[in-house]
Nanobody
Framework: QVQLVESGGGLVQAGGSLRLSCAAS????????IGWFRQAPGKEREFVAA????????DYTDSVKGRFTISRDNAKNTLYLQMNSLKPEDTAVYYC????????????????WGQGTQVTVSS
């Protein structure tokens, strides 16, 4: 079991940047992939990006490639999502989650979830 707490969300104008953080505790993250998902009202939870904790391999959904960067600080057990060139369509609640599978994109393959942090991008 991994406990995850997101932070860093807020209100930003289109074209701006935010960095989300996800602090993990409870056990080592070795062997896990940690991902970011987002969910807008009335829409399904959408995969954003994921990273393998040990090897640092990454995966991004097409809509954020070139704008978002996922990373982790192993010593701090913290995951980050650097979001640049934000667009109004990026507005959503962002969640981090942990999976024992290798860079899965399906939410059902993630067993541990944070509480979410709201990101709102104004035009």
């Amino acid at each position: 079991q991994v406990q995850l707490v997101e932070s860093g969300g807020g209100l930003v104008q289109a074209g701006g940047s935010l960095r989300l953080s996800c602090a993990a505790s409870g056990r080592t993250l070795s062997g896990y992939a940690i991902g970011w998902f987002r969910q807008a009202p009335g829409k399904e939870r959408e995969f954003v990006a994921a990273i393998t904790w040990s090897g640092g391999r990454t995966d991004y959904t097409d809509s954020v490639k070139g704008r978002f960067t996922i990373s982790r600080d192993n010593a701090k057990n913290t995951l980050y999502l650097q979001m640049n060139s934000l667009k109004p369509e990026d507005t959503a609640v962002y969640y981090c989650a942990a999976s024992r599978f290798v860079l899965p994109r399906g939410a059902s393959l993630y067993g541990d979830w944070g509480q979410g942090t709201q990101v709102t991008v104004s035009s």
